[in-house]
């Protein structure tokens, strides 16, 4: 069964460092999502990423992130400097569709800034 | 917002009872998925039930939506151990293009 796969799955960072999540959707999958999760809160959207541009964001995705398709399979999310807040669960996910109809998530990749 | 919300926030049973739970929201939706999340892991996408449909199974699931009372509620029959879990719904607008909005979801524990 096609899966979307994250890497690293766990990361530990200094505060103010620079952190890559990398994440391979599903190869049919035109649209493609972050998502983070902090410890015991909801899951949050951050972006949302179709045709090489990103197509949504929240408000929690300020200049501090960037996100990527620098070739045709990987898909990341950038953090400039990280903070202590942004110590999360992030999750990959992608679709065939832009209404969400059955969202593939990754594993996640907790990250943790210290 | 549209923000799911599930209720109990946590249920613990006997593995063979049934489990419900229940998901209100707030605005026009599309479709409503709930997910299910192991400790520490990935979301599982379990089913989806779009707003013209009431009822919908998949194996031990049962879902339901109300959108007059904007309210759904997922049942598992049969519960077993390996259900424990942590169950999100979420939902999309009726425009079908925004982001799935979580919950904050139902702990549920099954014991043997």
């Known amino acids: 069964e096609p899966e979307v796969t994250q890497t690293p799955s766990h990361q530990v960072t200094q505060m103010g460092q620079e952190v890559i999540l990398r994440c391979v959707p599903i190869?049919?999958?035109?649209?493609f999502y972050w998502y983070r999760q902090i410890l015991g809160q909801k899951v949050e959207f951050l972006v949302s990423?179709?045709?090489?541009?990103?197509?949504?964001k929240s408000e929690i995705f300020d200049d501090q992130f960037s996100v990527e398709r620098p070739d045709g399979s990987n898909f990341t999310l950038k953090i400039r400097s990280t903070k202590l807040e942004d110590s999360a669960m992030y999750f990959c996910?992608?679709?065939?569709?832009?209404?969400?109809?059955?969202?593939?998530f990754g594993q996640g990749t907790r990250l943790t800034v210290v | 917002s549209q923000q799911g919300e599930e209720d109990p926030q946590a249920l613990s049973i006997q593995e063979g009872e049934n489990a419900t739970m229940n998901c209100s929201y707030k605005?026009?939706?599309?479709?409503l998925q709930w997910y299910r999340q192991n400790s520490g892991r990935g979301l599982v996408h379990l089913i989806l039930?779009?707003?013209?449909?009431r009822e919908k199974h998949s194996g031990r699931l049962r879902v339901t939506l109300d959108t007059s009372k904007k309210s759904s509620s997922l049942l598992i029959t049969a519960s077993r151990a390996a259900d424990t879990a942590s169950y999100f719904c979420a939902t999309v607008s009726f425009s079908g293009n925004t982001p799935l909005v979580f919950g904050k979801g139902t702990r549920l524990s099954v014991i043997a």
């Open positions: 190869s049919n999958h035109l649209y």
């Open positions: 039930i779009r707003s013209n449909e």
């Open positions: 605005t026009s939706i599309n479709n």
């Open positions: 996910a992608s679709s065939e569709r832009p209404d969400y109809t059955e969202a593939f």
């Open positions: 990423f179709y045709n090489n541009e990103i197509s949504e």
